[in-house]
């Protein structure tokens, strides 16, 4: 167990924290924190996969799109990522679209704000042939204050689930928010009525009541990050790419016990409080507080659509290659692999859906897609 987040626990007042600072602590504490510290997050060597781990065929088909939206001359030809991962997904983008409108990659900045110091070097590595168009940011404040105001396509994969949640319980008619305390040397839950204002607020906002024996995590975190900013981003659209749930999926008997876990060494840990500062900890993103509040900062939404159907009407197909090579290691073979991988229901890309919201700007989408039908 990490001594410092004990310490926290036991110097706080009530000898008590909510799983929020649980989580700040867990992931995101500068010298201790799980995404802080310097070693591998994604891929085989890490605890998760990303969609961009299937194929580099996920970023270059976003690049596709992105290119079809800077040429409507709506938007210009400016990304901010957040939460850049290990710079795969940039490489891929700006890789594709160096390829195929040079025209407007020579005006393109794509900026990454990612607070670990870690994943940032990563993104060092892997961009180094993009180093003039690059630029990256430790975290928003800093972005905000440097760009004043954004315009352009702002982009994030398994963003939101990442950040702190609180955690709230429905019991005979009493809510609850559980607790991170320390018990016989451990850290526990425990659980004390609800008097935190801002969880009301926030249920009143978005006019949920909890069954009996139901948990659901708070994503108040989510809430100010979108209102907060709502000024920086000027004419804009936004791609969520991430899991979650709407407020109707969240009541059905499967999800009533909530979503927050941890991914250790690739296996999914139901126990948030094992391995604290190893381990990822998420939770779903609930889809309708995210229009809601996205909204309310003056985003327009436009779609929710699972990942494989949008993946489809985006062209993904187009990638898919007719050949006769016998080696199933060759590189064609793998690509073709991993395209059917992303858009069979058994694969990936059934437990991810994709949001896309605008501001500022009114888009003609029905004519940026190469399928629309697949987004029926």
Partial sequence: MSN???????????????YADYMNLALYDEKNGYYMKDRAKIGRSGDFFTSIYVSDVFGKLFASLFIKLVETGKIPPRICELGGGDGKFARAVLTEWRDRSFSTYEQLTYIIIDTSPYQRARQQEALADFQQT????????????????????VFSNEFFDALPVHVITSEQGQ????????????????????????????????NLSLMDG??????????AFLLEYASLFNKCVMFTVDYGYT?????????REGSLRGYYQHRLIANPLAYPSEMDITSHVPWD???????????????TIRQDRFLLAAG??????????????????????????????????????????????????????KEPRFLK
């Avoid at 926290?8 to 924290?17: D, E, F, T, V």
């Avoid at 139901?214 to 809430?223: G, N, S």
């Avoid at 290691?329 to 793998?334: A, C, G, K, L, V």
């Fill in 4 to 18: 410092y987040i004990v310490e926290a626990i036991m110097s706080s007042p009530q000898q008590r924290i909510s």
């Fill in 134 to 153: 690059v630029v990256q940011y430790a975290d928003m404040e800093m972005f905000y204050q440097k760009q004043q105001q954004f315009s352009g396509i």
């Fill in 175 to 206: 809510l609850y928010e559980s607790f991170v305390t320390v018990k016989n040397g451990r850290l526990q839950e425990e659980k004390q009525p609800l008097e935190n204002e801002a969880i009301v607020s926030y249920l009143r906002e978005r």
């Fill in 214 to 223: 139901q948990r659901i995590e708070v994503p108040l975190a989510m809430k």
């Fill in 247 to 255: 407020d109707e999926e969240w009541k059905q008997a499967p999800r």
């Fill in 289 to 303: 507080a995210l229009r809601l509040y996205g909204e309310k900062a003056g985003w327009e939404w436009v779609h």
């Fill in 316 to 369: 993904i197909l187009d990638y898919l290659v007719a050949h006769h090579d016998p080696n199933p290691f060759s590189e064609q073979s793998r690509r073709n692999r991993a395209i059917r991988s992303l858009i069979t229901d058994e694969g990936i890309s059934s437990s991810f859906h994709v949001m896309i919201q605008q501001k500022g700007i009114k888009l003609e989408w029905d004519t940026l897609w």
